[in-house]
């Protein structure tokens, strides 16, 4: 086989095993959110377990991208690809273990009432894991425009969490009983803040592999 043939059949299974790991993030972010919503210390724990899978999910791809580069030797545009993975999976590997996170407050929280309903929390992690599957889709994709349109939605998810943040602030000062939860709460919702941060890093190596810089308030709003 020759030198491009090659090198794209390498990176086709690369960029295979990186959105199967994106997939395995995404439902760890929701399925987090639901063990949370309903109890589910079943579920929770799961999470907890199934991180090892994005862990080691992590080090292939890592692996691969290395061989790829002793091998292959890219350059300019191959070799942006190649270290932008190399960032991303690093990013999916942090979410992994915000969710993990999550599920642990999870188990704290199985034998308590709840505070108040869960509503804000559940749709700012629905937002941020798909932001998630739409940066992946924005690299796979070489799609700078929906880079921008997710990079763009970070904000709305930070107003959410803002919103969240003095809501509990709220009720702890009206109540000390309820102090313990609004802080668990208050973690939980910047597991969710960070991870929406984590996809607009992934925005933006995207820039960075098809541009070679990262100009993300350069592209053109659609």
Same mark, same amino acid.
């Given at each position: 086989? !020759?030198?491009r043939?090659?090198?794209?059949?390498e990176?086709?299974?690369i960029l295979?095993?990186?959105?199967?790991?994106g997939a395995?993030?995404?439902d760890a972010i929701?399925?987090a959110i639901k063990?949370?919503?309903e109890?589910?210390s079943?579920l929770?724990r799961k999470?907890i377990d199934d991180?090892?899978?994005i862990d080691?999910?992590e080090d292939?791809?890592?692996?691969?991208?290395?061989? =790829?580069?002793? +091998?292959?030797q890219p &350059?300019?545009?191959?070799?942006?690809?190649?270290?932008?993975?190399?960032q991303?999976?690093r990013?999916m590997? #942090?979410i992994?273990?915000h969710? %993990?996170?999550? !599920?642990?407050y999870?188990? #704290? &929280?199985?034998n *308590?009432?709840y505070?108040? *309903?869960l509503?804000d929390i559940?749709r700012?992690?629905e937002m941020a894991?798909?932001m998630?599957k739409? !940066?992946?889709? !924005? =690299? $796979?994709g070489k799609? &700078?425009?929906?880079a921008? +349109? $997710?990079w763009?939605?970070? *904000?709305? $998810?930070?107003e959410?969490?803002r @919103?969240? @943040?003095?809501e509990?602030l709220d &009720?702890?000062?009206?109540?000390?009983a309820?102090?313990?939860?609004s $802080?668990m709460?208050t =973690?939980?919702?910047?597991?969710? *803040? #960070?991870i929406a941060?984590?996809a607009? @890093?992934?925005?933006? %190596?995207t820039v960075?592999?098809?541009?070679?810089? =990262?100009h993300m308030?350069?592209?053109?709003?659609v």
């Open positions: 086989m !020759s030198a043939p090659q090198m794209d059949h990176m086709a299974i295979n095993e990186l959105l199967e790991m395995r993030v995404e929701r399925l063990s949370l919503k109890k589910d079943a929770a999470i991180d090892q899978i080691d999910l292939a791809i890592r692996d691969k991208c290395i061989k =790829f580069m002793a +091998r292959q &350059l300019a545009g191959d070799l942006r690809m190649t270290i932008s993975i190399l991303m999976i990013d590997e #942090r992994g273990d969710c %993990e996170d999550i !599920s642990k999870t188990l #704290r &929280l199985e *308590e009432h505070i108040k *309903e509503i559940p700012m992690a894991a798909k998630v739409d !940066s992946l889709d !924005s =690299f $796979v799609d &700078l425009k929906l921008r +349109r $997710v763009k939605s970070d *904000e709305e $998810v930070d959410i969490f @919103n969240i @943040n003095d509990l &009720l702890m000062a009206k109540d000390p309820k102090v313990k939860q $802080v709460f =973690f939980i919702a910047a597991h969710i *803040e #960070r941060d984590y607009t @890093n992934i925005c933006e %190596e960075f592999a098809i541009e070679g810089d =990262f308030e350069q592209i053109e709003e």
